[in-house]
């Protein structure tokens, strides 16, 4: 099973399997309205394709160039080296929660009320910080700059976790999972963010599930002792962001536990509807490449070398029949090339995926590329996370500044 949870094909199916059954069960029961011929042609395509993508390269990858070998780094104990990493990571964590705040007083300042009266204002402090991220978009500050870099340094922090819980024998990992966990809820409290605080866990997940095989009784005990903490603060920081934030409200639950159950299937459902309703609103004029690669067309204006693009962090709302914001990552592809882009892009990534499997096992900057792909791979029914530089950024720093070679680590724990 742990294989299964590193496998992209297995991962892409079975998210899109979940969010196509549940999208169907609210159409038969009427929640959403029927598909269209365009939705269903373009979610069969992008299941198509991007299983194709993975297989070309499975069943050819023979025809592969040589490995990328990245010098090995020999400088003392693999724990060891990983630990002093993972005390950076954590400390850039800190400074990112410590840089966020003085971004809640920005926005209490612009709101003209204290800094914990508006903590105290959950709905006002969201709208807050999407207008922040909103006007960040095209003008960067020095704030956002600092944000976006320490988070990507705590990001990576996740993944090295991950494989400390596999090589460290001692009680101290649970210290570090433990201050990583209560850091990352205070920092998605902060940001009344629930996608954040799952990121990091699948991170942390996805590199735990990548390293070595296990018996079947060292499996059980070890992952309940090293990802059931992980996963419970998930559930808490929905249960809490409910309680502050009252979304039951907002689906017409009165009650509470059915609430929070029914923005769970929101969550999973409704961007295929809402992806119905962009088709069915949609009026041509493509994007040729803005909405995929958003973060390298906000980079050439900033050279003046192209107009500004033209890009909504938070895009538009539809009702359908409550409000929702998200529209699968098919949006941004159709948006810019139509129909080639849902087959292309899809294919494209399958077998980028394929590329990156065998590599990942062997030095850690693949693993890291291979496990941020694999989040939105798993994220492709909700939303198109690949927006933000700052994405791009955690892959220069594990490229850059942790050159572990996983071989050398453990190899009998390791497996690609």
Partial sequence: MMECLTDPLFVFLAVWATAGTLYLAGVFTGIFPSPSALTQGALLLNVVTFSLGYLTWTAFKGLAPQDIELPPVHDGPPTKRIQRALTFTLLMGVIALLLMLYRVALIAAHFHTGFLDLLRQPALLRFGLVLFLEMAVSQTSLVVKLISLTSGFFAIGFVLLGLFLHLDTTSRKYIYLGGFLLLALAICLTNLSRYDMTVYVMYLILAYCATGPLTRRERLRRVTWNLLPPALAVVLIFVVIEL???KSAAYSQTERLRG??????????SPIAALNEFFAG?????????????????WLHRFHLIPEPDMSVFTEWVFVP?????????????????LLGVAVVPYALGWLMAVLKDRAGRYFPFLVLYVFLLVPIAFSFYSYPLLSSQFYLQILFGFTFFRYELRSMNEPQLSG
């Fill in 282 to 298: 949609f009026r041509g004029g493509y994007e040729l490449g803005q909405n995929t690669f958003f973060p390298f067309f906000k």
């Fill in 322 to 338: 409550h409000a929702t914001n998200v529209y699968t990552y098919l949006r941004n592809f159709y948006e810019d090339f139509g």
């Fill in 244 to 246: 502050l934030l009252r």
């Fill in 260 to 269: 929070i159950l029914f923005s769970f299937y929101w969550y999973l459902a």
